[in-house]
């Protein structure tokens, strides 16, 4: 816990000479840092896949067939950068 309050005291004294526009830049800053880089995303993505969840359950054969083959062909160029 004492390298904890270690790092708190440090970084008030980053911005203790810092103006008020600048703090302010320096919190939108850091709200950035913290919801793109520091929280974890396979959360969030699990839950947005988890969403399409039982959405092919009713399909008809023939879409199924469809589907199938527009499947296959898009693995057929995985990893060599095409799009279908």
Not at 14 to 40: D, N, Q, T, Y
Not at 64 to 83: H, L, N, Y
Request: hydrophobic share 40%.
């Amino acid at each position: 816990m004492q390298t904890r309050v270690m790092y708190e005291q440090q970084l008030l004294e980053e911005i203790k000479g810092l103006s008020a526009k600048e703090m302010e830049r320096l919190l939108k800053l850091v709200h950035l840092v913290r919801e793109e880089f520091m929280k974890p995303k396979a959360t969030d993505e699990a839950t947005s896949i988890m969403s399409f969840a039982g959405c092919l359950h009713d399909m008809k054969a023939e879409d199924e067939a469809v589907f199938d083959q527009a499947v296959t062909r898009r693995s057929m160029f995985a990893g060599r950068g095409q799009t279908l």
